[in-house]
């Protein structure tokens, strides 16, 4: 079973707010991803991270910023939410670029 | 730009069938294919993972095939049960990228 986990599960947030989803893995995988999916949707990569203070943007432009502080942990900030923002966002792992990918469960984030 | 297309979208059968999801990308500079699993709402469940210079990988009642030179991929599902209804997802490696298709619905009914 993969160890990675999401925080929080769901969260309804105000237009403007500040909010940070968290990501923790504890397999010591060093690429870390986030992807953002809406309903019946397909997933797409937004952020990736191959290490320690290594960022990159993904595939899909997106309003968020990450940060990689530790190996273990991937945060996503978005500094002023937006309706637009409502969507469910995955984040995952792999021990290095090529390896199998586990993935999180997941936040549902839905801004009014 | 990879592309990833799966068949069907959705599909119905009867507890105890045997079927077949269809992969196909555009791209088959690939270094691996991957099956996953997604219960509504919730994320991926890793099914199977098969490198580039493999042909097929098996995990109890599932069967994954992969072509590269023709861009396709098979998940065989023997025996079907209710719990195997979900979303099953492939996604194709580049470099460095996971690329993800849209999916095909399964609902096993009893």
């Known amino acids: 079973e993969a160890d990675i986990y999401q925080t929080p599960r769901y969260l309804v947030i105000g237009t403007g707010k500040k909010i940070t989803l968290e990501c923790s893995q504890t397999m010591g995988h060093d690429k870390m991803y986030w992807y953002q999916q809406d309903p019946g949707m397909e997933l797409h990569l937004i952020h990736y991270s191959y290490g320690v203070n290594s960022t990159e943007k993904g595939d899909l432009s997106s309003e968020s910023t990450v940060s990689r502080i530790r190996t273990e942990h991937f945060p996503l900030t978005l500094e002023s939410a937006r309706p637009s923002h409502t969507s469910q966002y995955l984040c995952?792992?792999?021990?290095?670029?090529?390896?199998?990918?586990?993935f999180g469960q997941g936040t549902r984030l839905t801004v009014v | 730009k990879q592309e990833v297309t799966q068949i069907p979208a959705a599909l119905s059968v009867p507890e105890g069938e045997n079927l077949v999801l269809n992969c196909s990308f555009t791209?088959?500079?690939?270094?691996?294919l991957q099956w996953f699993r997604q219960d509504p709402g919730k994320g991926l469940t890793s099914l199977l993972l098969?490198?580039?210079?493999?042909r097929e990988q098996t995990s109890g009642r599932l069967n994954a095939s992969l072509d590269k030179s023709s861009g396709r991929s098979t998940l065989y599902i023997a025996a079907s049960q209710p719990g195997d209804s979900a979303t099953y997802l492939c996604a194709v490696r580049g470099f460095q990228k996971l690329v993800f298709g849209t999916g095909t619905r399964l609902l096993v009914s009893p």
């Open positions: 791209d088959s500079a690939i270094y691996n």
């Open positions: 098969i490198q580039s210079s493999q």
């Open positions: 995952a792992s792999s021990r290095g670029g090529y390896a199998e990918a586990f």
